[in-house]
């Protein structure tokens, strides 16, 4: 019987992940992950230095690497609640140590999630400052001016070739 290209998907991947090589390195990738997304958070939100354009791709790339440690962590203490269930050797042991070492690997990266939440929170309460406001105000009143200024020379240059083409004989 012919298999569908998901079927078929859900296949490969099954097999790679029982390869225990395709599983270090993914751990590798993971564990390099988290820090570079730090790095990156940080490097983007500087004032001066940082890269503005980048920083909603780097926040939703924080939060993605988030939900899927949270999946996994998750995904993991299910089985083991399962085969603490079966009363299998050692289990509440391996639920133990897999709740301290998953609370222990979210535990930083929400900080920093929640760091990078807090100074966009207070790098816009900047700009909304009253500084801010009275410098946004003097600017809007000194263009209305020179619209005003313009607006009347422009007037009264009308005018005044509206008076020299009168005036001409004809």
């Known amino acids: 019987m012919r298999q569908g290209l998901v079927s078929s998907l859900l296949d490969k991947m099954a097999d790679l992940r029982a390869n225990p090589q395709v599983n270090s390195n993914f751990t590798f990738v993971l564990v390099v992950t988290g820090p570079l997304l730090v790095f990156l958070t940080f490097y983007a939100m500087q004032p001066i230095k940082g890269g503005r354009a980048s920083l909603r791709f780097i926040l939703t790339a ?25 009363q299998s050797a050692g289990s509440r042991l391996h639920f133990r140590l897999t709740t301290a070492f998953g609370v222990i690997a979210l535990f930083p990266t929400i900080l920093v999630a929640i760091f990078a939440v807090l100074s966009v929170n207070q790098a816009l309460e900047g700009w909304f400052s009253e500084r801010v406001r009275n410098a946004v105000g003097a600017s809007l009143s000194a263009a209305q001016a020179y619209e005003a200024q313009t607006r009347n020379g422009v007037i009264s240059d009308t005018k005044i070739f509206a008076q020299r083409l009168n005036s001409e004989p004809k």
């Open 62 to 86: 924080d939060f993605v690497y988030i939900l899927f440690i949270t999946t996994l962590l998750i995904r993991r203490i299910v089985q083991l609640a399962a085969a603490r269930r079966a």
